[in-house]
């Protein structure tokens, strides 16, 4: 692309939590999820270095946000929002997760300390006065009517297993909807040096430059107890960039036919959390989210794909993800942990940090 320009700010290959990414346009700087955090304690380095990486993401994130006119964080991880360092936050327009529909308890609670803190910080009051009682009464239809993909995919014998998980979420996201609809609103805020809007399934615009947000989304796979992500999607005249945010994989099926069917020149595709392997991911949904990345790498005329977030975080992340690196050969595609982007070896593969 030669008028928007991808700038990753910092990703999990080099050595810290993140998927912060700059993106310019003739019209617009964007800063999308700008978090940071420490490896977890299985990563294979020392605490003195996971604390140095961290450190230096974070100053890399501070310097990016200088320049950028937009924020977007996609949902309330550390890892994809600084919740007390509001700075950044000054004097830009905020797209973020909505707080109030689509997101699990321990967010929402995340995002009320956060909003507390913007209020008290860009508009001298306390949230609280600003809060809205919620509507009740509002339908939220079963999410999975809008997968049929993975709804009626065949799993064979795990069939059975999944149909009781699936009525298991569906009693879980049924919890959750009386949460949202009894909780009281938090609104959007139009401060004089800071605006934040909710931008889920919306579009905008700014001069020339388009930037669309998907529906809410699970973070990995049917409901997800960790919650739901946006994706952003920037563009300008013909040229396209996606930001996938944590889809992980994508695991749903339907979720890769979306990003298959915008067909973005550069992708930022997270991929399965592969150190948790036998803890929160099981290998039906490993292989379900190597088959889609693979999938997506074959059929998007994409010239770059960074595969990057959640994957560099153990040392077998390439063998148990082979099928997407096999698959971008075999096409000739160009996919790349952003180390690797910048010349350099994921950290996770450096014997030096061991």
Partial sequence: ??????????????????????????????????????????????????RQWREEGRKAI???????????????????????????????????KNPNEYINDSQRARAFSFYSGICETYGKTNLESLMKRKRRGKKYPDPLADLPIARHKDFGDYNKRRAELFEKGLKWFDARVANWQKNPMIPEFN????????????????????????????????????????????????????????????????????????????????????????????????????????????????????????LPRERKFRERTEEVWSTAKKANRKVMTVAEFLGQEPVVLSDGYQ
Avoid at 11 to 26: E, I, M, Q, R, Y
Avoid at 27 to 42: C, E, F, H, N, R
């Fill in 1 to 50: 692309m030669e008028k928007l320009i991808i700038e990753p700010v910092w990703f999990d290959s080099l050595g810290a939590k993140s998927s912060c990414t700059l993106v310019k346009t003739p019209d617009v700087k964007i800063l999308i999820d700008p978090g940071i955090a420490a490896m977890q304690p299985s990563f294979p380095a020392s605490d003195a270095k996971k």
């Fill in 191 to 310: 401060f004089p040096s800071l605006k934040i809007i909710y931008p889920e399934g919306k579009a905008f615009k700014f001069g020339k430059t388009s930037l669309r947000f998907s529906k809410p989304l699970f973070h990995g796979i049917e409901f997800s107890r960790v919650g739901w992500v946006f994706y952003t999607i920037v563009e300008y005249e013909t040229e396209k960039f996606i930001h996938s945010s944590d889809l992980n994989g994508p695991v749903i099926e339907d979720y890769a036919q979306q990003i298959i069917h915008e067909n973005p020149q550069v992708l930022i595709l997270d991929g399965p959390m592969t150190y948790m392997f036998g803890y929160l991911l099981n290998r039906i949904n490993l292989n379900r989210a190597v088959e889609n990345a693979a999938e997506i790498v074959r059929s998007i005329d994409a010239e770059l794909i960074f595969y990057d977030h959640h």
């Fill in 62 to 96: 501070k310097k990016a946000s200088k320049e950028a006119d937009v924020i977007i964080i996609s949902h309330y991880h550390y890892d994809h929002y600084f919740p007390t360092d509001l700075s950044i936050y000054k004097d830009k327009w905020v797209f973020a």
